[in-house]
């Protein structure tokens, strides 16, 4: 049974577990797993479609990946991320939005950014459009923070991070992502707002915890943050099954009988008769 946005707002201490999928395959993995929620984020565009960075993620590719992940997870709450600059304005949010959510099937969208956002967050919410926010590292904009980098280890910063979680709030978010923030902040933030919170390389005090599956299953080698735990080392083993599979090929071991499909002698006759 698929979880309601109602139930996420009232997920405060639940452990909640999400994880990203972009396919069918994972997106059905992850459903068998017993996820509580997946999410199509725009680092898609790293780990599956090659790009330094999330920021040349289009709308058309969320929505495309978007689509075969609820394909593979019918029963699974479905979040959906607002690529950059598809949010820039109300109108634009609004459009996007009803895509992922009308097309995609997502039960949700999910954008970066504190209190510059929140009055699109508010048209959005206004609208009965779901969405989660998503503070700390914001990766759309990672360039002007520094970097791939922890967010809000000095004051300035830390204060800047607990206002723009409690602007998201007050706007009408239903859940928040803390990303790349210190242990004791994600902590403080998870403390004071009511909605649930989503860590990843924010410690164990959220409301529930999100990786990537790529990062997770180790098939996504670009390189390893701290923060992942790595489940599975699957490349090296998809590398070996290729190569083997290559190997088999060039030496003719493979397709053997056991792989192959007959027919009757009676019938290969006669086709070769004629």
Excluded: C, W
Aim: glycine letters at 10%.
């Amino acid at each position: 049974m698929r979880r309601t946005v109602q139930e996420f707002r009232k997920a405060k201490g639940a452990r909640l577990v999400y994880v990203t999928a972009y396919d069918y395959p994972t997106a059905r993995l992850a459903e068998e797993a017993g996820v509580d929620a997946i999410l199509v984020g725009d680092s898609l565009g790293m780990v599956v479609l090659g790009y330094e960075s999330t920021v040349p993620v289009t709308l058309e590719e969320v929505l495309h990946h978007t689509k075969a992940a609820r394909r593979g997870a019918p029963n699974t709450f479905l979040v959906a991320d607002l690529p950059y600059l598809s949010y820039a304005t109300l109108d634009r949010a609004l459009q996007a939005a009803e895509r992922l959510l009308k097309e995609g099937g997502a039960d949700a969208v999910k954008l970066e950014g504190g209190k510059e956002v929140a009055e699109v967050v508010r048209g959005l919410t206004r609208a009965g459009v779901p969405v989660m926010g998503h503070v700390g590292l914001t990766p759309q904009t990672a360039s002007a923070l520094g970097g791939y980098r922890v967010q809000g280890k000095d004051l300035d910063s830390a204060r800047r991070i607990l206002e723009d979680a409690l602007a998201l709030e007050e706007a009408g978010v239903y859940g928040l992502v803390l990303e790349l923030v210190p242990t004791p902040l994600a902590r403080l933030v998870t403390e004071r707002v009511s909605v649930h919170t989503v860590g990843i390389g924010a410690g164990p005090f959220t409301d529930a915890q999100v990786l990537v599956f790529h990062d997770l299953v180790g098939l996504f080698e670009g390189f390893k943050p701290r923060f992942v735990k790595r489940y599975l080392e699957a490349a090296p083993l998809f590398r070996q099954a290729l190569a083997r599979y290559a190997e088999e090929v060039r030496s003719g071991a493979f397709p053997d009988e056991a792989h192959s499909f007959g027919m009757e002698e009676e019938v290969l006759k006669r086709l070769y008769g004629a």
